[in-house]
């Protein structure tokens, strides 16, 4: 497939879309990703092609594509922390604090990777994902390489953009959160998969 993206392009002007649309359709779990922008265009035909012509730059728009993924990981983050905080609401007290720290309190706006997994094990349960891919996003958390990072941070996203789609956000009289609320110490945050994300850095 990659020897076939090759070829599509020569790193001009539109190529560079046709090369990343024979990339990404497989990248993220399958799902295709439509790209934020020329930047991002350009930087996954770089980084995964490589092009000694765009080196110089690249290495600008990396420093810059740097910045919009700590962006996007923080709104996400926060997101997350936001809906979880009202799912724990009268059904944990431990990790409904847990989940105001990181929403309202001092943790807010800060990463941690329990945060995700938590939204993946959510995600798990309506029928969005499964244990392989969740293993597969855990691996990629795991890599000191910040763009596995950014592959994760877009696939939950998708896949949360989703499930609110189709079901919207949590909300007490919503009927399809019933059972997770009623279950999440359980099946969404519980201390294995707390203690095992913690210890992802």
Do not use: C
């Not at 779990?29 to 490589?50: Q, V």
């Not at 597969?136 to 596995?148: A, F, G, V």
Request: aromatic share 12%; no cysteine.
């Amino acid at each position: 497939m990659l020897g076939k993206a090759r070829r599509a392009g020569n790193y001009h002007g539109a190529s560079i879309t046709i090369v990343l649309e024979a990339f990404l359709q497989y990248s993220i779990f399958g799902i295709r990703r439509e790209s934020h922008g020329i930047k991002k265009h350009m930087l996954y035909a770089y980084k995964e092609f490589g092009s000694t012509v765009l080196s110089l730059t690249m290495q600008y728009v990396y420093g810059e594509m740097n910045q919009d993924i700590r962006k996007e990981i923080e709104s996400l983050t926060a997101k997350i922390a936001a809906e979880h905080y009202e799912i724990t609401k009268d059904v944990d007290s431990n990790l409904n604090y847990l989940w105001y720290m990181y929403h309202k309190g001092t943790k807010a706006g800060t990463f941690r990777p329990f945060v995700f997994m938590a939204e993946l094990q959510l995600l798990k349960r309506m029928g969005y994902t499964n244990d392989k891919e969740v293993q597969s996003m855990i691996k990629m958390l795991e890599s000191e390489d910040e763009d596995n990072i950014h592959l994760v941070t877009l696939a939950i996203k998708n896949y949360r953009d989703l499930r609110i789609q189709e079901h919207g956000e949590y909300s007490k009289v919503n009927k399809d959160y019933a059972n997770i609320a009623k279950n999440y110490a359980y099946e969404i945050l519980n201390h294995e998969v707390f203690m095992t994300t913690m210890a992802v850095k």
